[in-house]
């Protein structure tokens, strides 16, 4: 019993920090999904009518109140319908988050093969975009394309990609290792802070990952640079074995020696 009481006395001591670590958290999360598009600004006015309306309470402004008062139920319902694709795109999130999946890492990768058709494009300055899928299901995604559900390759990747195909300037959808559908559309970002100077598929693929946990690997048509877009945010001019490093960990995989070998017997093949 006295060990219980202990703990407990401990207990009560860590909570209103328990407490505050938890809000701030939770507040910083919230700030930095609504940084991503427009919603600052409209949060900004919706802090504001809170200002005046406690202003108001404070000060005992009776007109000012009532008609805040008039105005209150139509403000819940503008906010609910002005805010209705962050709200969306929020419980998107939580609903993707892999916290209670549960099952064995996989023991084979992928990876090197898209890397190396990537550094491939890279090098002759052609465009590319591949889609790693992971919770969310892009089934909406893969319509927009040509199904293959082939066996991926960077033979495979280099034909769609490296000529003036009618594949070429969409996106490729790739699950473990499949390549499901190739020529698919993207939405495009709606995050207004993105360089000027990105093109449409950088857009495309920091959009997919503003409404789902995919990841996209984008090479740049202009300078054949290596990107990667997660979880709302970009990571531009990336080292092929830093590209190699993030998909690994984004993508629960490890490297297994035979596919490995498997790869680089493609790799000389290629060459």
Known sequence: MVGIDK???IYNIIRPFLDIAVLTFLLYKVYDFISLTNSLQIITAVVIVALAYGIAVLLNLDTLLWILDILAPGLVVAFAVIFQPE?????????????FSFGSRSKHTYVDAVLIAAEMLSSQKRGMLAVFTRHSKLDDIVKTGTKLNADLSSSLLLTIFGKDTTLHDGACVIQGGKLISAGCFLPISENYSIKKTFGTRHRAALGLTETSDAVVLVVSEETGALSLAYDSKLNYDLSTSEVRKILENLLDITPDAKTMEDTIDEHKTID
Request: cysteine-free.
């Open 7 to 9: 703990l407990l006395y």
């Open 87 to 99: 709200i969306r795109k929020l419980f998107l999130k939580i609903g993707q988050t892999g916290w």
